[in-house]
């Protein structure tokens, strides 16, 4: 075979897909505003602004590609913020969490969902009566305020057709806050606890969370419903949304569940969240579970006196250890 003569014909070049140059440098976006997400719907996200009263309608950019952004995020917004009619911002930037209240929807599934972003308070409402209070309940979403930075507050409402006293003494030795929120007990004890803070509300339907809402924001509006005549009530908020408080502060109202699952949690980290019981666990045999007799009998906890604040708190959290490894009681 003869030497082939090469030339210019033979050069093969691929015809390029855009004119857009291509590069992995990101814009800083220096020039965003930052605000806090105050609902979530459909891939559309409503934001007040710092300084400002209004809800702007956002979108998440394409370069945040599926970075979740929740109820109560702090993000940064460019585009068009004017808040009229029609107009669209864009989240280009979401700041670092302080909290996050996280649930599982069941105890076998791996999924984490963030219920809300960076609240200080988790209010826990609970009716005493119709439906009857599930203590299973109440002590899981303490484990998940404690584990997720957020300080949990117990209210009790219905209070008009039962006494709170009996139920609320259950957690008295976790120095949780109670306070009551019947349809005739004045708000004043909540008003005050709220109060400039960023509160999460969470409870089953028909404890009355959104009645208590509507007395608290009375500009909210929230759907209210029947308990049904299974004792189980009916979903009247589908999707959290930020309110502001009268006095300064926001709540923030999320749907009514019926099951809060913790797979995301282990006894070590809510053992962590108390600090004396944390430092006596570091004496526990390996693989020890925390619980006591007879499954663990030689649980450095147990050497706490009984009849001391510390032996009872040890009762207290091996309460909530026992709700974290069971499902009983806390579904409704």
């Keep these: 075979m003869g030497k082939r003569n090469w030339d210019e014909s033979d050069v093969r070049v691929r015809p390029p897909k855009g004119t857009r140059p291509r ?15 105050v609902t979530k719907d459909r891939g559309r996200w409503g934001v007040v602004l710092d300084g400002r009263d209004d809800t702007i309608v956002t979108m998440r950019a394409r370069e945040l590609g599926r970075t979740p952004i929740e109820v109560g995020d702090r993000v940064g917004i460019v585009g068009d913020t004017s ?13 670092e969490r302080t909290s996050v209240l996280r649930r599982t929807a069941d105890d076998t599934d791996p999924y ?100 208590l809402v509507n007395r608290l924001v009375p ?39 019926r099951s ?16 004396d019981l944390a430092d006596a666990t570091e004496d526990c045999p390996r693989g020890c579970t925390h619980l006591g007799p007879p499954a663990d009998p030689e649980c450095a906890l147990d050497s706490f006196p009984e009849d001391s604040a510390g032996g009872r708190r040890v009762a207290a959290v091996r309460k909530l250890l026992e709700a974290l490894r069971t499902n009983n009681d806390w579904e409704m």
């Design 219 to 257: 500009d909210a509006d929230r759907e209210t419903g029947e308990v049904s005549g299974v004792g189980k009530g009916r979903h009247t908020s589908t999707q959290s949304v930020a309110l502001p408080l009268p006095a300064g502060g926001w709540i923030i109202d999320t749907p009514g569940i």
């Design 83 to 95: 808040g009229k009619k029609d107009t669209l911002g864009r989240i280009v930037k979401l700041a």
């Design 23 to 37: 590069t992995k440098d990101r814009p800083a976006h220096d020039d965003a505003e930052f605000g806090m997400v």
């Design 260 to 275: 809060f699952g913790l797979a995301h949690v282990d006894a070590d980290t809510v053992i962590g969240v108390f600090d």
């Design 112 to 211: 984490e969902r963030i219920v809300v972003a960076n609240a200080d308070q988790l209010l826990i409402v609970t009716a005493v009566a119709d439906p009857p209070p599930r203590a299973g309940f109440v002590e899981r979403a303490l484990i998940a305020a404690f584990v997720g930075n957020l300080h949990p507050i117990l209210c009790l409402t219905k209070s008009d057709l039962a006494d709170p006293t009996e139920f609320a003494a259950e957690f008295a030795d976790l120095d949780v806050t109670v306070v009551t929120a019947g349809i005739d007990d004045p708000l004043a004890d909540v008003e005050k606890l709220i109060a400039g803070h960023i509160t999460a509300l969470i409870g089953h339907s028909g404890v009355g969370k959104s009645t």
